[in-house]
């Protein structure tokens, strides 16, 4: 009985305490790239132990696969059933969710994409670049398996000067060849899964932000920090569309901060999250897997 209530703890702790200790400190900013490991490991870590903590639980009460036990007149089998059924829901939905977000993001990005090509003119200046003839700033790129845009309007034009301009168009660019919304597509895919009075905004909100410190550090290195920084204060409060990754979307302050300061270099903090992100795993990777291994290990023996 003590490996579900250690899982159903170690759930809480990461749904919960450990992300709003996380989210409150700086030190994530100084490593973007290993940060973002960590907050994917306490999200899917969180999710293995609530749906390890109702599986243990079955298997204390009703038996491990392969030596079922289960009686339908007791009312503790009954309710060992009760939490497995509870269990796989938690698992169906979170594998809806992720059917959901994935096909409902590629129609809506589709749609603004051939709205995008009917109304903003080609420009060669990088690849997929399209100007709109709109009078607010607006600088995102769509990211796409094949056709990615980055769309820029007359509005941004008139505010960036030409370095500033291609400070701008190396940060989405750097959005484009790692991916980002493959990143935040995950977040959203575990955020939507789970009702609004489980679920927590911090691990979507840092993804959004430590994605574009990662955009920043990328831009940085190949046009210098000085030109991304006057582009976004520039472009600061301008509008973003929802499906697409805005070069002033968010945290202003605290990247144009970044970029006024030397380039972060810590290994060794990055070396040490990666590792907490690995060992955090370990735990509900292992609870879930091995009674599944195993009772596959019996029916094959």
């Known amino acids: 009985m003590i490996t579900p209530i250690l899982l159903a703890a170690l759930a809480l702790v990461l749904a919960g305490p ?7 400190s700086e030190w994530p900013y100084r490593i973007p790239r290993a940060a973002v490991a960590l907050w994917q490991a306490l ?24 030596q079922p036990r289960f009686d339908p007149s007791s009312g503790r089998d009954l309710a060992a059933a009760a939490v497995l059924a509870l269990t796989a829901l938690v698992a169906v939905r979170l594998a809806w969710s992720v059917a959901k977000v994935a096909v409902g993001t590629r129609a809506r990005r589709k749609r603004h994409r051939d709205l995008v090509d009917i109304l903003a003119t080609p420009d060669g200046l990088v690849p997929g670049l399209r100007v709109l003839a709109e009078r607010t700033p607006l600088a995102y790129c769509l990211p796409a398996l094949r056709g990615s845009r980055v769309i820029v309007s007359v509005g941004a034009l008139e505010r960036l000067s030409d370095v500033e301009l291609r400070a701008v ?19 959203t895919m575990v955020h939507t899964a789970f ?11 840092q993804a959004r932000t430590l994605v574009e410190l990662l955009a920043d550090d990328d831009a940085r290195r ?10 976004l204060v520039a472009l600061a409060g301008s509008p973003a569309p929802a499906d697409g990754l805005a070069a002033a979307k968010s945290a202003t302050l605290l990247r144009v901060e970044r970029l006024t300061s030397p380039a972060p270099n810590h290994p060794l903090l990055a070396a040490s999250t990666y590792t907490g992100a690995a060992a955090l795993l370990v735990l509900p990777t292992v609870t879930v897997a091995v009674p599944v291994l195993r009772a596959l290990l019996t029916a094959i023996g």
């Not at 450990?18 to 409150?24: M, N, Y």
């Not at 009702?195 to 909100?205: C, F, G, H, T």
């Not at 190949?222 to 582009?231: C, E, F, H, I, Y």
């Open 222 to 231: 190949r046009k210098g920090p000085a030109p991304l920084a006057r582009a």
């Open 169 to 187: 168009l190396a940060h989405e660019q750097a959005h484009l060849r790692a991916r980002h919304d493959l990143v935040l597509e995950a977040f």
């Open 195 to 205: 009702p609004r009075w489980v679920r927590s905004d911090l691990a979507l909100e």
């Open 43 to 66: 999200a899917l870590a969180a999710v293995l132990a609530a749906l390890g903590a109702g599986i243990a639980l079955s298997y204390s009460t009703a038996g491990q696969p392969g």
């Open 18 to 24: 450990a992300p709003a200790v996380i989210a409150r």
